[in-house]
């Protein structure tokens, strides 16, 4: 089950990995465990934390530069989303997109948010009723599952299907959930499966949404960390979706700022922002700080060279996990897009009562992330976070194999 729908060809990837663009953004992990954020504290120091999705890597320089003008100066009072950039948040955004996507996104129609949940659960609360139908393609990002029963709305699952070389949309499955919803939730580039979904795919849905009359929210905030072969594709760029998309992105994901938490809405048409304005008031989700602003647009103005450097360097690790998942003769398919690997562990031998999760914080002392987070489909999967030095992943990949045997 190893592959990513192409010819695998490892020894490009081993050569990338000792990449020397990346060598002075690399983090050891003594460096690592001396910081305060909560992928390394969250375990005993004997652990590896290879979950949450936080990259082991030094910013890019000119987002290290944007956040020290603040210190430098103590400069902490009021500001606007302009400021310290000559280019304002959303014009960065639009050109960002123009640049790397293809896509001219206008930005008149945009809302500024802290994070892409909150975003997420804003559009929900604004396009549905309670107890109205939210589509998700499962297994996905847990928070798509949490708040939708949170906000008291009907969970509607159309699992991804497997055919063999990668996971897929189900649109027969989606044709027959439409009627039972009002909004069909996307995340693309996928979480947890690393899937880039394709034109024909798009259209099938954006054609499913317009005949039943479905708003999407589309999440595509790993959009900036595709890998060669395959392109990134935004819904609002479908034509039969434009009008009735929500498009949920970040600069947090593609370049090591979560913290930061600054995030974008943008509606496909005046129409949507406009329902969305009068449902959820102007002030009711606050923003997102000059610091987190000042740093996207750095990332969007000024970080290209960085996030290519960083793509080379992942794309090794990717091939070096896949390569490893093969020997292991663990089902995997080698990711199209983000830095997280989703392996099919369901027919190892783990102790009764275990997750193979469990099963491997236990015995390697790796902790990855449960699949039984992301949905039903998600039983007996873990999914490894593989942003790290080469040599913190050979120590992940090496513990979990002494845990197979």
């Known amino acids: 089950m190893v592959g990513s729908g192409a010819e695998l060809d490892f020894t490009k990837g081993r050569d ?42 030094k910013v890019a320089p000119a987002v290290q530069a944007a956040i020290e003008q603040f210190t430098h100066t103590q400069d902490y009072g009021y500001g606007q989303m302009t400021d310290p950039s000559s280019v304002p948040l959303f014009d960065a955004f639009a ?25 997420l659960v804003a559009t929900m609360v604004a396009f549905t009723a309670p107890g109205d139908g939210i589509i998700v ?53 996928h979480n947890p499966t690393g899937r880039v979904l394709e034109r024909t795919e798009l259209e099938g849905i954006a054609a499913i949404a317009a005949a039943h009359n479905l708003t999407i929210v589309s999440d595509e905030i790993h959009a900036d960390l595709v890998y060669p072969g395959r392109k990134h594709i935004p819904m609002e760029t479908i034509e039969a979706a434009a009008e009735r998309t ?12 979560a913290g930061l938490r600054t995030s974008i809405a943008h509606f496909g048409s005046s129409g949507l922002k406009e329902k ?21 647009i750095a990332a969007w103005c000024d970080a290209d060279d960085w996030l290519d450097a ?7 690790n990717r091939r070096r996990v896949a390569e490893w998942a093969a020997q292991a ?11 997280l690997a989703w392996m099919n562990c369901r027919h190892l031998d783990v102790k009764e009562g275990l997750t193979p999760q469990q099963h491997m914080l236990e015995n390697a002392k790796v ?23 080469a040599e913190i992943l050979e120590e992940i990949l090496g513990r979990l194999g002494s845990a197979l045997g």
């Open 16 to 57: 990338l990995i000792t990449s020397p663009a990346m060598e002075p953004f690399l983090l050891g992990a003594d460096q690592l465990r001396a910081r305060a954020g909560g992928k390394w504290t969250k375990y005993a120091a004997d652990v590896i934390p290879a979950f949450v999705a936080d990259m082991d890597f």
């Open 95 to 119: 050109a960002w997109m123009a640049r790397r996507h293809n896509w001219q996104p206008d930005p008149t129609l945009t809302h500024a948010n802290t994070d892409v949940i909150q975003g």
């Open 137 to 189: 393609q499962t297994p996905i990002y847990p928070p798509f599952l949490r708040y939708v029963v949170a906000t008291g709305r009907r969970l509607v699952e159309n699992p991804l299907v497997d055919d063999g070389t990668r996971f897929v949309v189900d649109l027969e499955g989606l044709e027959r959930a439409a009627p039972q919803a009002t909004m069909i939730l996307l995340c693309n580039p």
């Open 246 to 257: 929500v498009t949920l992105t970040s600069a947090t994901k593609g370049f090591n700022i």
């Open 276 to 296: 969305f304005d009068s449902v959820v008031p102007e002030r009711l989700l606050g923003g997102p700080s000059r610091f987190g602003v000042a740093a996207t």
């Open 310 to 316: 960083v793509m080379l360097y992942l794309d090794g």
């Open 329 to 339: 003769e663990l089902a995997h398919y080698m990711p199209e897009a983000t830095y």
């Open 367 to 389: 902790a990855l992330s449960d699949g039984v987070d992301f949905g039903e489909p998600g039983h007996g999967h873990v999914r490894l976070n593989f942003a790290t030095s």
